[in-house]
């Protein structure tokens, strides 16, 4: 059975950091590339990144900023979000994601085989 398990989300103040991960199994993790979504309430799902299989390629969304940062361990199967620089406008659950598209089409959700339960982010001002 296929599983993403996202965890390390939580409620922080603005400006703080967290480190979500996502961790997979019943998958041959390097066949996939990863993503990252957020879906706020009352809002769309919204790309955040994602990764190639190899960890060498990363594709982020420009609105981020430069703040967040994906990354993988294959050896693991999981991947990871750095968050900093939080922002109040950041809260929302967040998805991990695999998908056997190139990366180039992983920023939308429809490219995407499985999904995680979500993580909760909550940033206070």
């Known amino acids: 059975q296929r599983q993403l398990v996202e965890s390390g989300g939580g409620l922080v103040q603005a400006g703080g950091s967290l480190r979500l991960s996502c961790a997979t199994s019943?998958?041959?993790?390097?066949?996939?590339?990863m993503g990252w979504f957020r879906q706020a309430p009352g809002k769309e799902r919204e790309f955040v990144a994602a990764i190639s299989w190899s960890g060498g390629t990363k594709y982020y969304t420009d609105s981020m900023g430069g703040r967040f940062t994906i990354s993988r361990d294959n050896a693991k199967n999981t991947v990871y979000l750095q968050m900093n620089s939080l922002k109040p406008e950041d809260t929302a659950v967040y998805y991990c994601?695999?998908?056997?598209?190139?990366?180039?089409?992983?920023?939308?959700?429809?490219?995407?085989?499985?999904w995680g339960q979500g993580t909760q982010v909550t940033v206070s001002s």
């Open positions: 994601a695999a998908g056997v598209a190139g990366l180039a089409r992983l920023s939308s959700p429809n490219e995407y085989n499985y």
């Open positions: 019943g998958l041959t993790f390097t066949n996939y590339a």
